[in-house]
């Protein structure tokens, strides 16, 4: 397989209650703090995106000044972290994200050249938000819209997509209606995956303990149960 660079980008972090990402059956205290980053891939096929992370404007609307809540420091906006490689947003040839709450598109208008692989579904959702879901979610804002230089490009598509070699968005809603994760298969290591917001943190998905917050539990459940399973097994 050709040479892939992966690379983790730093957006900042949210603290989330406890009762928010073990749903049931699981007594919770507290809350945890979660980085929030981005995916970049070089690929010879050309720079991809997975998640954009926050916007610093609405960090600070959404964090009400406390820092502790959401945080982002100047070093970690997307541009930033993406000149620490000599890289800058307008390079990202292809955008993709695992669904379109607020923290995982707030660089998506800044990646001014990139088309963006879109769910049918999340856009569908993105148009409608749930009532189900919680806090800011798809509301009050909107980060995939046209925004000075920013005209978005999608491409609606549903079901898995292979974006180039090694690298696959697994369907796995739950979360969202159009939620997807994503594989990246790499030479001489164990596959990467990133599993967006479908599960939280290891603990989670070792005990099958979905999220709280979520449009749809049993198909939460499933893409857990999907996620354990070597390589995502793609339905494709």
């Known amino acids: 397989m050709s040479m892939i660079k992966v690379y983790l980008l730093e957006s900042g972090s949210i603290t989330v209650p406890g009762h928010q990402i073990f749903w049931i059956n699981v007594p ?3 809350a ?3 980085p929030v980053y981005s995916v970049m891939i070089e690929h010879k096929e050309g720079l991809f995106m997975f998640d954009t992370g926050l916007d610093g404007a609405l960090v600070q609307k959404f964090s009400g000044g406390d820092p502790n809540r959401m945080s982002q420091t100047k070093g970690q906006s997307l541009q930033a972290q993406m000149k620490l490689v000599g890289k800058k947003p307008s390079d990202v040839d292809l955008m993709m994200n695992s669904h379109y709450h607020f923290d995982h598109v707030g660089g998506n208008k800044l990646c001014t050249c990139a088309r963006t692989i879109c769910h049918k579904h999340e856009m569908e959702a993105f148009q409608n938000p749930h009532p189900a879901m919680e806090g800011p979610g798809y509301q009050d804002f ?7 230089d920013y005209e978005p490009k999608f491409e ?3 079901g898995d997509q292979r974006i180039a070699q090694g690298v696959t968005l697994l369907e796995t809603p739950g979360h969202t209606a159009g939620h997807y994760s994503l594989l990246v298969e790499l030479s001489g290591r164990r596959p990467m995956l990133f599993t967006g917001d479908a599960c939280y943190c290891q603990q989670a998905m070792d005990s099958m303990i979905i999220p709280a917050l979520h449009v749809d539990p049993r198909k939460s459940y499933t893409s857990i149960e999907r996620l354990k399973e070597p390589c995502g097994k793609s339905r494709r």
């Open 28 to 30: 919770v205290e507290g």
């Open 32 to 34: 945890y703090r979660f």
């Open 142 to 148: 909107s980060l995939l819209e046209a925004h000075g």
């Open 156 to 158: 609606m598509v549903t």
